[in-house]
């Protein structure tokens, strides 16, 4: 029930969130295409032409191609896309444009090298996530003087076990945030029914009502999933077993969290991406539900 609950928590923040963002985005673009409605002049979504007022911007060639920057490379290298302009954007608050340039001329491509900032930018993002959530919680379980009547008569989990969920999560990690790098590229390339903005899926209200199904459905997904990841004897025995070592008292940890084969992470988080294959989703809403419920 905690978990549902979590997840209904979780809904309601997300719909706030998104709100704010697609309509700031919206209100901004349609009252600029109104002064704008005489020329030919389009005016993207937010987070808009960021890239042309970066204060760490350096002219960037590849291939005897010659860009602004590196950052704009990306977003130039196709028809223009609001979700990739949005992951360069987001990229570019943890990666210069100077390493993005690098990381670019060592794939001696714009694409991939676009893909790998952002895979970057998963780990990076993850791995933060993971330690503080898990660092904060492991100082009111076990450090915390409280801690001491709740440990008094229980054995408290020792540093070897911590040490042990550690590694397999860290080791999961590196395969695992590949799943949000796979779901822009379907994103991108619209093979989904995402979306970026309000207006078109048609206003607030359409917006709320195929966010509920989506989150529907998601919910489905991931108890079946989960489910057959048990009763399949070969899927329990060689990827989700390795998840329940942590069922005792003094080895259940909050760094167990994502301590699982990374196999066993994609599978469970893969209706996120499945269900936009029929279910229409407001970008910024999924990948927050990925990235802080999956």
């Not at 928590?9 to 704008?36: F, H, M, R, V, W």
Request: glycine share 4%; hydrophobic share 45%.
């Amino acid at each position: 029930m905690s978990t549902v609950r979590n997840r209904v928590i979780a809904l309601l923040l997300l719909l706030a969130s998104g709100c704010c963002l697609a309509g700031d985005s919206l209100n901004t673009t349609g009252t600029l295409a109104e002064e704008c409605s005489n020329t030919d002049i389009v005016i993207p979504p937010f987070p808009g032409n960021w890239y042309e007022k970066q204060g760490d911007a350096v002219p960037f060639t590849l291939q005897g191609r010659d860009y602004p920057s590196a950052y704009a490379a990306m977003v130039m290298e196709k028809d223009y896309n609001p979700v990739r302009n949005f992951n360069c954007w987001i990229n570019s608050f943890l990666f210069s444009d100077e390493v993005a340039g690098r990381v670019v001329e060592y794939f001696d491509s714009v694409e991939l090298g676009y893909y790998a900032v952002s895979y970057m930018r998963n780990l990076f993002l993850g791995a933060v996530v993971y330690y503080v959530t898990s660092a904060i919680f492991h100082y009111f379980c076990y450090v915390h003087p409280s801690s001491e009547e709740t440990f008094r008569d229980r054995e408290r989990p020792s540093t070897e076990t911590i040490v042990d969920q550690i590694m397999l999560a860290q080791a999961s990690m590196f395969i695992y945030v590949m799943l949000p790098v796979l779901s822009d590229w379907l994103v991108e390339e619209k093979f989904t029914f995402c979306y970026y903005t309000f207006e078109e899926i048609g206003g607030f209200i359409p917006y709320v009502v195929f966010t509920c199904i989506y989150f529907g459905f998601v919910e489905i997904g991931i108890y079946w999933m989960h489910r057959t990841l048990h009763t399949n004897k070969l899927l329990y025995k060689y990827i989700h077993m390795k998840h329940h070592k942590y069922k005792h008292a003094h080895t259940l940890t909050p760094w167990a969290s994502i301590a699982f084969n990374p196999i066993d992470g994609i599978l469970q988080a893969c209706p996120y991406v499945i269900v936009m294959f029929f279910v229409p989703c407001h970008y910024l809403t999924h990948i927050a539900m990925l990235f802080f419920t999956a």
